[in-house]
């Protein structure tokens, strides 16, 4: 990966706070909005998610998910040159008092301390969706696959 994708990929997990989550829905595709950190040394996305929440319930019968995180439009940008990553990859639930759960709340935490007192409710728990295949376009025509190792080196 160049220096300028590296340098835009890096600027887009910063900055962006939401990416689409792609699950498979009693057998049909189904998209929806998360909040997501990166977990610090790892190439993991951390998402906190209520059991009630039809994604959770996917996540739980079939790990395999996808993310999609997009820069937000501008109008001297055309829609096919917006910077996006997506991330197919596998959820796993994190259980409190498991190896992975505590650095894992605490990068969440860091980036939505608003979020805390979610973290009381019991029926909200935590997933990596840890990358298994990354997608990274850095404007029109400047598309990559890149392997989560890559996706480590740009975030160190």
């Known amino acids: 990966m160049n220096p300028a994708h590296a340098q835009t ?43 009630l929440a039809a994604h959770t319930k996917d996540m739980l019968a079939h790990s395999q998910v996808s993310l999609l995180v997009i820069a937000p439009p ?16 596998e959820a796993v639930q994190l259980v409190a008092g498991t190896p992975g759960h505590a650095a894992a709340k605490a990068a969440y935490l860091a980036r ?12 909200f728990s935590l997933f990596a969706i840890v990358p298994e295949s990354i997608r990274f376009v850095g404007g029109f025509a400047q598309a990559t696959t890149i392997s989560p190792e890559t996706l480590a080196e740009v975030l160190s």
Not at 76 to 88: K, P
Not at 115 to 123: K, L, Q, R, T, V
């Open 9 to 51: 990929l890096r600027d887009l997990l910063r900055t962006q706070e939401v990416a689409a989550l792609g699950t498979l829905h009693q057998g049909q595709p189904y998209v929806s909005m998360v909040p997501f950190a990166l977990r610090p040394g790892s190439t993991d996305f951390i998402i906190h998610v209520s059991q």
């Open 74 to 89: 501008t109008p001297e940008v055309m829609a096919q040159e917006l910077a996006r990553i997506t991330v197919q990859g």
């Open 112 to 123: 939505f301390p608003q979020s805390e007192m979610m973290f009381g409710f019991s029926d």
